[in-house]
């Protein structure tokens, strides 16, 4: 079973609630945003136009109501009183009144062109109210600018009329606006992350399930579905899901039996084959001794089918071997050896005393099964007679300290060595180095019966060339010591 851990605060902020949350804060951060503008926007637009247009309607009714009593021609006194009435009429809107007549200059005198821009008094020479917003040393001001007609027609009198006003409370009260807006936007964000997790929750609910079942699924328990609500994308993944487990248990089932089948049939037939053999390899015993005595196509005849039926009789048994590892019948009968002795009577049983050249030091003891040792030692010595140079090396090793000790044994040849494509393909079964060769003197099985051995030990076994030339097969198991054990 896969382990389950705590996932890291860095998986976490990369993980798909976070991004959620947060696509879900910057949308409502940017709805917040945008909205406010807008809402600034329009209110600053209202409520500067509302003062301009106070103003200029409180100007022209001033003008209005005061005009009418000055006769025309004006004197520059008459413009003098003029302008300090309408002055006087707009202290609540805290304007300043300009006046001028026919092309004089403006009253009171001086550059005006600061706060009244040149374009409205152009305007206003053109007969066309005018009235235009403008910075002066960093405050906003209004300016505006009226044409002054005769009563009851449409004929220039010659009198224009300016006034300027600052805008220094509407723009407090639009930063006032801003500010509002801001302490509003940040509360909404804040509280836009509650419904962000709740939503986050929901999407991810699924995906949790689907992980959660996809983890099972890899774990063996092919009998995994998912609960399916609702029909969105995600009840249709797990619908999908569900069809895919439900296929992929059919096909695993239906490979296991099949499996099963074939591991049941080698077996039955290795094992209906031994008794024939048995006899049969009895019967060709007594032939090969008696083939001295025979003519000589006899006696050829008589050794090559005494030969065939050995190499039969070896694959059986090595069928038979290889049909209890696969059915799980194979068992450790462990027992505290001492590793060299058990190698060096591997080699002395076999006759390869002479064809070997063995680095056995004493004193490495360690918990195996001496069979299946003695197996694995045999068929890895066998094999690189078989394939590689004589004499063949083999060591005993340990590796590493305290409890991560290792037994290292190697069987080195001086052949040509294993061709880097075969290399990953030793151990397969019935695996040939050339596929042209139709026939080998073993089963094909051996070096399978090594790997199957080996890993019953918990170790593993390598297969690689050494830099001078040959190949060299390296056993690693865990060194363990104590008293006998069947595992």
Do not use: C
């Not at 079942?213 to 609960?227: I, N, Q, V």
């Not at 052949?415 to 880097?420: A, F, S, T």
């Not at 390598?462 to 104590?482: E, H, S």
């Amino acid at each position: 079973m896969p382990s389950l851990r705590r996932p890291s605060l860095r998986a976490v902020a990369a993980g798909l609630r976070a991004r959620l949350v947060l696509a879900f804060l910057l949308v409502a951060a940017l709805s917040a945003l945008t909205t406010a503008a807008l809402t600034f926007r329009e209110a600053r637009t209202a409520i500067l136009k509302r003062t301009q247009d106070t103003a200029i309607e409180a100007l022209r009714s001033q003008v209005n109501s005061q005009v009418p009593d000055y006769a025309f021609p004006l004197s520059q006194q008459a413009l003098q009183d003029l302008q300090h009435r309408l002055n006087a009429a707009g202290s609540a809107q805290r304007w300043t009144v300009y006046v001028r007549y026919r092309g004089s200059g403006l009253v009171p005198g001086g550059d005006h062109g600061r706060i009244l821009p040149r374009g409205v008094q152009e305007k206003v020479r053109a007969g066309i109210p005018a009235f235009q917003r403008l910075d002066s040393g960093g405050d906003p001001w209004l300016a505006i600018g009226l044409p002054v007609t005769y009563r009851g027609s449409s004929e220039a009198s010659g009198l224009e009329v300016y006034a300027q006003m600052p805008l220094r409370e509407d723009e407090a009260n639009v930063q006032a606006l801003v500010k509002a807006a801001q302490s509003g936007a940040l509360p909404a964000v804040a509280l836009a992350a509650v419904p962000a997790l709740v939503a986050a929750r929901g999407v991810l609910r699924p995906v949790r399930e689907l992980r959660r079942a996809s983890r099972k699924l890899a774990a063996g328990e092919l009998d995994t579905r998912l609960k399916v609500t609702g029909r969105d994308e995600l009840a249709d993944l797990s619908r999908t899901f569900n069809d895919m487990a439900e296929a992929l248990e059919e096909n695993v089932a239906e490979l296991r039996r099949m499996e099963a089948n074939s591991r049941r049939f080698a077996a039955d037939v290795s094992h209906e084959l031994r008794t024939p053999l048995a006899a049969m390899t009895a019967v060709v015993d007594v032939l090969d001794d008696d083939a001295d005595s025979l003519d000589p196509d006899t006696a050829y005849a008589v050794r090559l089918i005494s030969e065939e039926t050995g190499k039969l009789a070896r694959m059986v048994e090595d069928l038979m071997e290889i049909s209890r590892f696969d059915a799980g019948a194979a068992a450790l009968h462990l027992d505290e050896v001492d590793v060299s002795e058990t190698v060096r009577k591997t080699l002395q049983a076999r006759g390869w005393q002479d064809k070997a050249s063995a680095d056995l030091p004493e004193g490495v003891r360690a918990r195996l099964d001496p069979r299946r040792i003695d197996v694995v030692v045999a068929n890895l010595v066998g094999n690189a007679l078989k394939h590689g140079g004589e004499p063949v090396d083999v060591a005993v090793r340990v590796a590493g300290e305290g409890t991560g000790r290792r037994l290292l044994i190697e069987i080195a040849d001086r052949g040509r060595g294993i061709d880097p494509e075969v290399l990953p393909h030793v151990f397969e079964r019935f695996f040939k180095a050339d596929s042209a060769r139709a026939r080998s003197e073993g089963s094909g099985l051996g070096l399978a019966i090594t790997l199957e051995n080996v890993r019953l030990h918990e170790g593993t076994v390598r297969a690689a060339n050494r830099p001078g030339g040959g190949a060299v097969f390296t056993v690693d198991l865990p060194l363990r010591q104590g008293g006998g054990e069947t595992a």
